[in-house]
């Protein structure tokens, strides 16, 4: 599982330094590769999707909610100055 982990993070290879996507290519050929290249693509963008999708709704969520209080300080103002001119 750990080293399924770093190949799918950063560094895929042995303990001895050897790159384990060589060592199962020579062992099941190119289709592995392909597979291989697709699954760690979709992996990895989305990994990068998920995190910048959570920054993007923490950063919305807190510009709706500074919006919502600016708009309801300008109506306790507004409601003020109307009720001092009636």
Same mark, same amino acid.
């Given at each position: 599982?750990?080293?399924?982990?770093?190949?799918?993070?950063?560094?895929?290879?042995?303990?001895?330094?050897?790159?384990?996507?060589?060592? *199962? @290519?020579? &062992?099941?050929?190119?289709?592995? +590769?392909?597979?291989?290249?697709?699954?760690? $693509?979709? *992996? @990895?963008? &989305?990994?990068?999707?998920?995190? +910048?999708?959570?920054?993007?709704?923490?950063? $919305?969520?807190?510009?709706?909610?500074?919006?919502?209080?600016?708009?309801?300080?300008?109506?306790?103002?507004?409601?003020?100055?109307?009720?001092?001119?009636?």
């Amino acid at each position: 599982m750990f080293s399924l982990f770093r190949c799918f993070s950063d560094d895929c290879s042995a303990y001895d330094g050897t790159p384990l996507s060589e060592r *199962v @290519r020579f &062992g099941y050929g190119g289709v592995f +590769m392909i597979s291989y290249i697709v699954v760690l $693509m979709l *992996v @990895r963008v &989305g990994i990068f999707n998920m995190i +910048m999708a959570i920054f993007l709704e923490h950063a $919305m969520t807190a510009a709706l909610r500074r919006k919502q209080k600016e708009l309801a300080d300008s109506d306790i103002e507004t409601e003020k100055k109307l009720k001092r001119m009636v």
